[in-house]
């Protein structure tokens, strides 16, 4: 299988180099070409996805992960929204970092390029096929996708629409690459792909992500899992308080800048708790929490050490209670994925220090954490989260799916 993998490989190390020279224009009118067929062949992906969620059904997938699986018009619709939004955004490529004079005559520049070709495995996500396509292709990389067997069909269908519309656009196909075979072997062989990749993204579960890190020979940029935390001060204005929880946990619970964890400031409980229990009973969800809370709500269970360390990516939430807004920070930095993280409060040093001390990618003050988004950031479509900290943090846009390298113009100048 190696041999294929292989093959890949070269294709898209030869792809590369025609993608790098196209103008913003040519990559601009391809993307939208992209966007208009897939509005135009819509019932296309749809039929192809049903075939996925079938079969998801069948073996029993959550809800959850259901919900990530599902294309629906409105989502094909944003899929095509989103690589318009691409096209409207500046080109990155060429861009001059900086440029300085040596005492030689030396004119050194620090420019902005693709990384050549990026590798991406990711989950029953078919709307990141789309995404990935249209992030690296503005930025000049060639894209090697392998997708979870759970959205096989889904990503054929996109991928191919992806690849005949580029063909008529006179654009290489190789730009976007699916593997389709569905045998982990081929995944971890994959990662080993280090001779045609040149930086490897995985989009997915705790498991996904940490095989990756474990096992890569490429550079990985881990993208995380999301347990994320609203804190409710005591100084916190519970009118903004229970909206901005509900729209975080049940907005859409499939994703991974929902809130699964709750910190309640104990001197606000007794206002706050009764509110937001009967707006969270409305919504179905459970709730987790320790003695304090369940004081307040006899019908929350009681939450264990596990219950604060979990993404439930369904209708479940664990609460805990602080004396302090230093206790809330420590109680997050232990249990927090990195990800998202807010503070819903009135009282400006509290927010400061929130925001200095939480040690996540994004820190919100008195806002949802469903705000963690490519698009809400104003990027276009993301290619994931990134929870790390050497390159990229927090939503990843076009200039995170960029390296750079200096360029030297001289004029016969010898080192002595």
Known sequence: MMSSL??????AAEAKYAL?????EQKNAALEAVAGA????????????EKDLKAGEENGMHPGLL?????TEDRIQAMADGLIEITELPDPLGEVLECFDRPNGLHISKLRVPFGVIGIIYESRPNVTADAFGLCFKTGNAVILKGGKDALYSNIAISRIIRETLA?????????????????QVTNDFMKLNRYVDVLIPRGGAGLIRAVVENSTIPVIETGTGNCH???????????????VLNAKTQRIGVCNSCESLVIHEKIADKVLPALGEALREKKVEMRGDEKVRALLPDCLAATE???????????????????????????????????????????DHARLFLQCVDSACVYVNASTRFTDG???????????STQKLHARGPMGLKELTTYKYTITGNGQIRP
């Open 230 to 244: 609203i804190y409710i001060d005591e100084d916190a204005d519970i009118e903004k308080a229970v909206p901005i």
């Open 38 to 49: 897939f509005l135009a062949r819509k019932q296309e992906m749809l039929s192809a996805n």
């Open 306 to 348: 596990e219950d604060y360390g979990t993404e439930y990516l369904d209708y479940i939430i664990s609460m805990k209670t602080v004396a302090s807004t230093e206790e809330a920070i420590a109680h997050i930095n232990r249990y927090t994925t990195r990800h998202s993280d807010a503070i819903i409060t009135e009282n400006k």
């Open 20 to 24: 790098q020279v196209l103008s913003s």
């Open 67 to 71: 919900d990530r699986l599902r294309l």
């Open 375 to 385: 698009f809400e950031f104003g990027f276009g479509a993301e290619i994931g989260i």
């Open 6 to 11: 292989e093959e890949l490989g070269k294709r």
């Open 168 to 184: 008529e656009e006179g654009i290489t196909e190789d730009a976007v690459l699916l593997i389709t075979d569905t045998d982990r």
